[in-house]
C-alpha cells in the first residue's frame, strides 16, 4: 500500500531530494529502514552507541533483571487482563503486547517528580510509577472513567481523544518551568495521534515556551486498521526538527535504548534545554483493542517476523549471555508473575459497581443548582420504587 | 425488493447504492477501509470501489472535514464517518464555521453536499467518549441539518436522501440499534428526509423521540397500553429542521407531550420542542411538555449508564406525571 | 472605593485585582500582552506584572486552553482569553472532552479553575465571526459553568468570582457593553455568581435576559411604561446554572414570561427557560413563554445585523403577543 | 524579545547542534538572518540563482512592467480602501501594504485553470486571478460575507478564521489528483495561522495523499501584535521537511524572487511531486487592520528599515537601470491608477445595502422549514410597521 494510492490516478514522480541554501528538501526514509539507535540487537547482543552508552553506563546487574521484571509482569498483567475481558470481566482491554520495552525503558527513565500524560496503553509506564496495575481496569471494567489519583504518582489518567493530553503535558512543562523546577514531562502518544491538530500545537508552544517536555511516540506501526503510511511518508521523528527541537527514533523493541534515549530527552528538558521528540520503533502484536479483529487488515508474517524481536526474550539473552541472572531469578519470577495475575483477577471479579448517585458526583467542584435539582428527582424516583416494593 | 437488514447493513447497503450511483461520491474516514469501519458499516465497499472512493485518513477529525470541503468545492460529494459520537469535537470548528456557512458566505454560489456520519448514544457498555448524544450542540447551527433514523428502512432511505441534499447533513445513526433487523425496501422511497412519522397512534398522550428512543416508546406505549393508555408514539427523524406540524397535529389530537431522547435534558432537543409546541399549542396543552433524557452530568462510566439513561420505567414515569395533570 | 468604570475597564480592573492578590493566576491569549488584548481589556498588564504571567501564546485556540489545563494541573489559574466568539471552536474539544469532565473523569481529584472569556455578540458592525453568541453550545455540556455580565459592577465581580472558583468558567463579554460605564464599588461583593437579579420591578410580564440583551430589556421596559404596562426586568447573569428558582418566582408574579437573547432562538437558552418555567409554572403562566432572539441563519453582515438583533421594536412585539393572550 | 521570555525563570541553555544518525537536531536559524531565493537585491540589481533563474528566464520587458503595474495598482487599491475606511464608507479594512511582491509574484504564477485558497489579506492575489477590487470591499463594508463568486475566477472566498483554508486547499488538490487533472492548488496562509493545527493537518493529509498543492505563507513578521518569535523558533519554512515536502524561504519583497519560486512549486505540483511549502519572507508595513494601533507594539525603526527594501522601488529600480521602462509608463501608470482610486471609491459609494431578506437567503441549498417559518413572521413584522405607517 502506497501513499499515493488513494488520491492519484496518473503516476506521480515522487519527492526530489536535492538541497540548496535557503530550501529543505523531504528526505526520502521508507519507514522499513529506520535509522534507530539500538543499543541490544535482537538476538540480545549488546552493541555500542557512542551517543548513548553513557545514559546506562552504570546500569547494574540488578537494575537490568529489574527491567525484566517489569517487562514480564507488566506483559503478565496485560495478558491477565485480557483474559478477564473475555471472561466478561472488563467491558474492553487495550493490550500493550510487544511495546514493553518502549514503556519500562522510558518509564524507568523518569524520575519521581517527574510528571506523566499517558494516553491509554500506557499500563506499562504506569507499573514503571508505581500506580496499583488494579487501578488501570476500573475504566474498561466501566465502573469509573479513571480510578487513580493523578497526583499520588504524578501520573495522569488515561486520554481517550486521541492526542490531547500532548497540550496538557505542554501546559504542565510551562508551568514546571515557571516554578523553577527542575523536573521535567513526558508526554505518550501514537503514530496515529501524530496526525491530530493538537500534537502539532503542543509541539509549537512546547518550542516557543522552551517547555521541559518530552514527548514519546510508540509508533507500533499501526492506528486501529490503518498503517503509518496513512499518517505520514517520513519517520515520524523527523517532525520535530521544523519545529525547531531534536527527534529521534530508538528501537523500542530494546529497552536498554528506550532508557538511554528517554534519560538523555529528560536530561535536556531539565538543563533547559526544551522539548524533544522520541520515536519509538515498536510493533503492535496483539488486536488494536479485544474489540478489534486485525486478520481483517494485515496478515500474520508481520506479526511473525516482529515477535523474533520480541523485547522480552531479547532481554534476556542479554542477561543469560551475560550471567547477569540465573535459573532461580527466572524461576521466582515466574512464581511473582502468578501471583500477580492471580491478585488482579481477584480484585477485578471484587471490584464493586459505583453507586446509583455517582452520576452526580464531582461534575462540578463547587456545586451546581441544575444538578441538585436532578439528583433530588432522581432520588424521589429511586424511592418510588422501594416504596412500592417495600409496599 | 424487500429484504430483512440490521440497520448498519442498510447504511452500508444504501452507501454502497451511492457510490454505485454517482461517481463523485467518496467515503472518507478513520479506519473505513480495509477494516470497513468499527462497526463495519462500510464493509467490503473499499474492496469494490476502490481505495481512491473509499479512503482511510489520517487520525484528524478536522483535516477529515475540512478536506471534505475541498473535495466538495472540486464536485465530490463526500460522506465523510466520525468515529464515535465523542470524537467529532476535533472537527467542529471545520462544521460550525466552514461546513455550516460556507452557502451562505458564497450567496449560494457554493454548495457542500457533505454528509456527516456519527454513529451516537449509548447502551453498549463502552468507555468514555464513545456513547454521547450531542445532536443539540449541531441543531443550534443554522446551515446544518440533523437527521436520525430509527429502523434499518429510514436508514436506508435517509441515507440516500442525505447524500442527494445540497446541503451538508449531520447524520446521526443510534449505534444501540446497528443490529436491529427490520425489513427494507430498497424500491420505494418511503417520504421527505425531514418529515415525522406517527409510528403508533393513539389518544392519551403523545410519545416524541428520534434515533434509539424511538424503540423505547413504542416498548413504552405497549406498556401503557396493558394499563389502558393510548399512546401515541411519533418518530421525529429531524432535528433540524424539526416537524413541528406534525408534532402539533398530534399534540391537538392527545393533549400531552412527553419528549424522550438521550442527550442531557439541559438545552437539548427537548426544550426547544416543548417552547416551540407550548407556544403552538398553549390552549390545547392539559399538561407541561414534559422531558425525559439525560442529566445534566458527564455520559457516566458503562455500569452506570442503565441509571443515566431513559429506561421504560422513567419514561412511564413522566407519562404517569403527565396524565396526572 | 466605587468609581464610575467602563465595562471592559472594570474586567481590566478585576484581573489586575486576581494577579496581585494570587500568585497563580495567568491571563494567556492572542495579544493580550503589550497590545493589551483588541479591546484593551488586558491593558498594562504585562507591563505591571510581566511576561510570564501575562502571556502572549501563539495563534492556536485549541493550544491555549489545552495548555492552561495543563498549567492548572500543576496549580496555576490561568483566565485565557479567545479572541472573538467565533473563534472558539478550534478550542471546542479541549472544552467539552477535556476543561469540562476532567473533575468527574478524576472522581474529583483534579480540579481545573480556568476562566474562559470570550467577547461576545453583535451590535458592533463587525465582519463574519466577530458578532456570534454561542453560549447555548456550552451550556449544554455538564462540568462548565457559563456567566455572561450585563453591567461594570458584575463584570468586576464576577470574574473575581470566576476566578476564584475551582470550576471552569466560561465567562461571555458583552463586547457591544464594553465601553458603556457605570459605578463599581470594589469592596462590596454584590451577591453570589450564579444568581439573578431583578434590574426593575414590575407586575405585568417578566422580561429576562442577561449580557447585552438586559440593558435592552430595560429600556423596553421604559418604553412600555410610557404606554401604561408595568415590566419586571430579571438580570439572569448566569447561563449555567440558569437561576430558576428567580424567574419562577417573577413569573409566579407576573404571570408572562418573555426572554431576550442574541443567540438564535432555535436550541438556545429561551428554549431552556421557556420549557422549565412552564413546568414549573403551569398553572400561573396566561401566556406561552415568548423568545426574542437572533433568527435561524448565519449572524449577517453587519448591514443587516440590526434586524437580525433582538431591537427595541422587535421585543415589544413580542410583549405586545403575550400581552393579548 | 527572546522565545524563552515568556516561560523561564532561570537561564536555559539553547538547543543543542550536534546531529548523529537516527537523530535531526534543531537548526539555529534565526529568523533577521534568513536563507532566502532571491533574485533582484534591495537596490534592484538582479543576481543569479542557479536553481530557480530559468523559471524566470523567458520573462520580457512586458512582462516585467506587468509586474510593476499591477504591484502599483494593487497598491493604490490598497490605499484607497484604507482611505475609504477612514471615511467611514467600510468598516475595516486589511491592508498589503508591503506584501505587494509576495502577491503579484505567486498570484502571476499561477495558471487560470490553478485553484487559489486566499485568507483575508491577499487583495493582489485576487487582481492577479482577475477579479474585481471593488467584490472585495462587499465584506469590509459589511454588505456580504464574500461577494464573488468563487468559481468564476478559482479563486475562493477570504476566509477569517485562521488556517481552515489550508485543508479546503489540501481537499481541492486531493479532488485534482482524483480527477487526473494537472492543475493545481495554492493556500495563503501567515506565520501566525502557522501555529493552528489545521494547518498542520493540511499538511499530513497532502503529505499522505501527494496532493498538488503549494503552501504560500506570507510571513510578514506579525500576528497582529505578536512577533513571528511567538509562533516558532526556527524559521517557518523548514516545518515542512518534518513532513517529508520541501520548503523554501524566498525574498517575499522579490517580486521576481516569487514568481519564480511559486512557479517551481506549482510545477513540482502538476508533475505529481506533491506539496512544497514556500515561505515569503517579507513585512506588514501597516497596521493589522484598520482598528489596530501598531505603536503599541513596535517601534518605527523596523518598519523604515523594511521600506528600504519596498518592493516597487525595487523592481522599479531595476526596470529604470535595465532601460524596460520610460517615463512615459509610470506617467501612464500613474493616470490609471488614479482611475482605479476613482473606479474604487465611487463603486464603493453606489455599493446598495442588502435587502433585509438576505437574511434568510442560502442559509440552506435545500430550504429548511424553520426558516421559512422565521422569514414569514419577519415579513409580517415588518410590514406591520408599512400598515402603521400607512395608516
Ligand atoms: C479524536 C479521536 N478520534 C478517533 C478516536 C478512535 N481511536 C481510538 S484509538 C485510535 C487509533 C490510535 O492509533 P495510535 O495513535 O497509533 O495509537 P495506538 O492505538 O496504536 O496505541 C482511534 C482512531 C479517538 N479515540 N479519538
Ligand atoms: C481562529 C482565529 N483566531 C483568532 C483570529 C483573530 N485574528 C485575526 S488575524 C490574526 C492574526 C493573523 O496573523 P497572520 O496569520 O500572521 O496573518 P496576517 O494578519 O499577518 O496576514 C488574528 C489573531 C482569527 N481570525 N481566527
Ligand atoms: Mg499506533
Ligand atoms: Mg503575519
Known amino acids: 500500500m502506497t501513499v499515493e494510492s488513494t488520491a492519484a490516478r496518473k503516476p506521480r514522480r515522487s519527492a526530489g531530494t536535492k538541497s540548496t541554501a535557503g530550501k529543505t528538501t523531504a528526505r526520502k526514509s521508507p519507514s522499513t529502514d529506520p535509522e534507530l539507535v539500538q543499543l541490544l540487537t535482537p538476538e540480545g547482543k549488546r552493541v555500542k552507541n557512542a551517543e548513548y552508552d553513557k545514559y546506562v553506563a552504570g546500569i547494574t546487574p540488578d537494575e537490568l533483571r529489574g527491567l525484566y521484571r517489569d517487562m514480564v509482569l507488566t506483559r503478565r498483567f496485560d495478558a491477565e487482563a485480557t483474559s478477564l475481558q473475555r471472561q466478561g470481566e472488563l467491558g474492553l482491554w487495550a493490550s500493550l503486547l510487544g511495546q514493553e520495552a518502549a514503556q519500562i525503558g522510558s518509564g524507568r527513565a523518569t524520575r519521581e517528580d517527574d510528571y506523566v500524560f499517558p494516553t491509554y496503553r500506557e499500563h506499562g509506564v504506569a507499573w514503571c510509577r508505581g500506580v496499583d496495575p488494579t487501578n488501570l481496569l476500573g475504566m474498561f471494567r466501566g465502573v469509573n472513567n479513571g480510578g487513580w489519583d493523578p497526583n499520588s504518582n504524578n501520573f495522569q489518567l488515561y486520554t481517550i481523544v486521541i492526542g490531547s493530553q500532548t497540550l496538557h503535558a505542554t501546559g504542565y512543562a510551562m508551568g514546571i518551568a515557571k516554578d523553577g523546577a527542575d523536573s521535567a514531562v513526558i508526554a505518550y502518544f501514537g503514530d496515529g495521534a501524530s496526525s491530530q491538530g493538537d500534537v502539532a500545537e503542543s509541539f509549537t508552544f512546547s518550542a516557543v515556551y522552551n517547555a521541559p517536555v518530552v514527548f514519546f511516540c510508540q509508533n507500533n506501526q499501526w492506528a486501529i486498521s490503518e498503517p503509518t503510511e496513512k499518517q505520514t511518508r517520513v519517520p515520524l521523528y523527523q517532525r520535530a526538527q521544523g519545529y525547531g527541537f531534536p527527534g529521534v527514533r530508538v528501537d523500542g523493541n530494546d529497552v536498554l535504548a528506550c532508557l538511554a534515549v528517554t534519560k538523555w530527552a529528560l536530561e535536556r528538558a531539565r538543563s533547559g534545554e526544551g522539548p524533544t521528540l522520541v520515536e519509538a520503533y515498536t510493533y503492535r502484536m496483539g488486536a488494536h483493542t479485544t474489540s478489534d479483529d486485525p486478520s481483517r487488515y494485515r496478515g500474520d508474517e508481520e506479526r511473525m517476523a516482529w515477535e523474533a524481536k520480541d523485547p522480552i526474550l531479547r532481554l534476556r539473552a542479554y542477561l543469560e549471555a551475560s550471567n547477569h541472572a540465573d535459573e532461580g531469578f527466572f524461576a521466582e519470577l515466574e512464581r511473582e508473575s502468578e501471583a500477580l495475575g492471580k491478585r488482579v483477577r481477584e480484585a477485578v471479579r471484587a471490584m464493586p459497581d459505583p453507586d446509583h448517585f455517582a452520576i452526580f458526583e464531582n461534575v462540578y467542584a463547587d456545586g451546581h443548582a441544575l444538578v441538585d435539582e436532578e439528583r433530588a428527582q432522581f432520588a424521589a424516583y429511586q424511592a418510588s420504587f422501594t416504596d412500592v416494593e417495600g409496599a | ?325
Open chain 2, 1 to 325: 425488493m424487500a429484504d430483512k437488514m440490521a440497520l448498519a447493513k442498510a447504511i452500508n447497503e444504501s452507501l454502497r447504492r451511492a457510490l454505485d450511483t454517482d461517481p463523485k461520491v467518496l467515503i472518507m474516514g478513520e479506519d473505513v477501509g480495509k477494516l470497513g469501519g468499527v462497526f463495519r458499516v462500510t464493509d467490503g465497499l473499499q474492496k469494490d470501489f476502490g481505495e481512491s472512493r473509499v479512503i482511510d485518513t489520517p487520525l484528524a477529525e478536522s483535516g477529515i472535514v475540512g478536506t471534505a470541503i475541498g473535495l466538495a468545492l472540486r464536485g465530490y460529494r463526500p460522506v465523510v464517518e466520525i468515529q464515535f459520537d465523542g470524537f467529532v469535537f476535533p472537527a467542529y470548528d471545520q462544521i460550525v464555521t466552514q461546513l455550516a456557512k460556507m452557502h451562505a458566505r458564497s450567496l449560494g454560489k457554493v454548495k457542500l453536499p457533505i454528509v456527516v456520519r456519527i454513529p451516537y448514544g449509548g447502551g453498549i457498555g463502552a468507555v468514555e467518549h464513545h456513547s454521547e448524544s450531542p445532536e443539540a450542540l449541531f441543531a443550534h447551527v443554522a446551515g446544518l441539518k440533523v437527521v436520525s433514523p430509527s429502523n434499518p428502512s429510514d436508514a436506508y432511505w435517509m441515507m440516500q436522501q442525505a447524500i442527494q441534499s445540497d446541503d451538508p447533513v449531520i447524520f446521526f445513526e443510534p449505534k444501540r440499534r446497528y443490529w436491529d433487523k427490520a425489513e427494507v425496501n430498497t424500491d420505494a422511497i418511503p417520504g421527505p428526509l425531514h418529515k415525522a412519522r406517527v409510528v403508533r397512534e393513539g389518544s392519551d398522550l403523545t410519545l416524541a423521540a428520534y434515533g434509539p428512543m424511538v424503540k423505547l416508546c413504542q416498548e413504552v406505549a405497549d406498556a401503557a397500553a396493558e394499563e389502558g393508555r393510548n399512546l401515541e408514539v411519533l418518530d421525529l427523524r429531524s432535528v433540524s429542521p424539526i416537524d413541528f406540524d406534525s408534532i402539533q397535529a398530534s399534540v391537538e389530537k392527545t393533549r400531552r407531550l412527553v419528549v424522550v431522547h438521550e442527550a442531557p435534558v439541559f438545552f437539548g432537543s427537548g426544550a426547544e420542542i416543548a417552547a416551540r409546541i407550548t407556544e403552538r399549542c398553549f390552549y390545547h396543552l392539559e399538561a407541561p411538555v414534559l422531558r425525559v433524557g439525560g442529566y445534566h452530568a458527564p455520559y457516566p462510566p458503562a455500569r452506570l449508564e442503565e441509571e443515566y439513561l431513559p429506561g421504560l420505567d422513567r419514561v412511564l414515569d413522566a407519562v404517569d406525571r403527565a396524565l396526572a395533570y
